[in-house]
Every structure is written in C-alpha cells, then in structure tokens.
C-alpha cells in the first residue's frame, strides 16, 4: 500500500507570532481611534447645526444617518434634516453607494431631506454635498416656510451647471477622490449670497458648498 503523504506543517516562530500580534493590536488601536474621530465629529456637527447625535449609527439597523438636525420655523418643529458624516485625513474617496444610501435613510426615517458633510483633519471647515433629489426635496420644504430661502435656492438649483471634471471617460465612477484643494477649488460665487458649486461625483450630481451656506439655508438667514 502505497504511503499517504503528510504536509509539513512550517513552525511558527515566536518572532512571527509577535509580529502577528502586533498588527492585530495596531488594527485595533486605529479602529478605536477613527471611533473616536467620528463620535467627537458626529458631536461637533450635532452641536454646529442645533441637532442631535444619533448613537450606535453605525452599529445598529435600528438607527439611520449620523446626526439628525430638527427643522424649526415659528418655534415649530417642519421636520428633519438628516446628515451622513465623515472625517478623512487628507482626501474623502467618496462612494457612489453613500447617496443612495442616504436617499433611502430619508425615507425611512421621513426626513425633509439628507446630505452628506465631511471634514478633513487639522481643518475646521465643513463640506456639504447634496443630491438632485434631496436638492428638490429642500425646495418643497422652503416653499412651506419661506418664500425668500425658496426663491433663492430654486435658482441655483433650476440655473445649475453640471461641472464634469471629476468623470472618468469610459470607466464606471464608483468612488471619487476629493481633497479639501479640490473642493475649493471648484466652489465659486455667483452672484449669490454664498458659494456653491454643481458637480458630478460617483455618477450623482451634487451641489456642493460649505457647512455654513447649508446652516444658513436650513435656519433661513437669507430672509433677513
């Protein structure tokens, strides 16, 4: 009968299972930090925008977005805001799944409208993208509350652009890099009160602008 043969099996050398050990304990380590960058970023824009950290938003089915921001008019509460976080170094690879993603989470939860904000580190700014969709969504909420904010936000939504700079030719855009030079580079002024710009990004277009433009939307500050 002939012999069965047997594998060898190469010892493990403690050298090895040390090395193993500590990139376990450096995955873990960066985990628990980039934990940390979100809840203290989730916080600051909950605080930013008047609104409400959502707990547990990326552990639990249970819970939708990052930060939910009531929409007040009249000391009346129309609905509200729903907002995907996320906090990167040096550039944001944003996926096209992340909008659908959102639109979906505003149907769930029957907000007025969702958007995605960002923030890179060593910068205090915030970015600001918003579909077509949740664009249209916003201007219905304005038309119930405030003529001024409506008409103006109409206009940079019907006159829009769509800045194609950011497409691939003849790939399929799942992501987008977008570095804070970019962003920047892209917003202008347009005879508005603020600084906006249409893109397509990961096959959406978006308007894009800063964190305070969409603070002053939402609080209707252009009325006054």
Not at 57 to 86: F, H, M, T, Y
Request: with cysteine; glycine share 4%.
């Amino acid at each position: 009968m002939p012999m069965k043969y047997k594998p060898v099996k190469t010892p493990v050398t403690s050298s090895g299972k040390e090395a193993r050990l500590e990139q376990k304990d450096l995955r873990s380590k960066q985990a628990a930090l980039n934990k940390q960058r979100s809840r203290t970023m989730e916080n600051a824009v909950a605080k930013y925008f008047g609104g409400n950290r959502v707990p547990l938003s990326g552990a639990s089915r249970s819970w939708k977005g990052d930060v939910i921001v009531p929409l007040i008019c009249d000391s009346v509460v129309q609905g509200n805001l729903l907002i995907e976080c996320k906090y990167r170094d040096k550039a944001i690879r944003i996926d096209t799944l992340w909008f659908p993603k959102i639109d979906n989470e505003v149907y769930v939860t029957r907000s007025v409208f969702g958007i995605l904000l960002w923030r890179y580190s060593l910068d205090t700014t915030y970015y600001v993208a918003v579909t077509d969709s949740n664009m249209q969504l916003l201007i219905q909420y304005l038309k119930k509350v405030s003529t001024t904010t409506a008409q103006l936000v109409e206009e940079v939504y019907v006159n829009r652009v769509i800045d194609t700079s950011l497409v691939k030719e003849n790939k399929v855009n799942y992501s987008t890099s977008v570095s804070k030079s970019l962003v920047e580079g892209l917003l202008t002024k347009r005879g508005l009160p603020f600084t906006y710009a249409w893109v397509n990004i990961s096959g959406h277009d978006v308007m894009l602008c800063r964190g305070d433009v969409m603070r002053s939307i939402i609080t209707l500050a252009y009325d006054t």
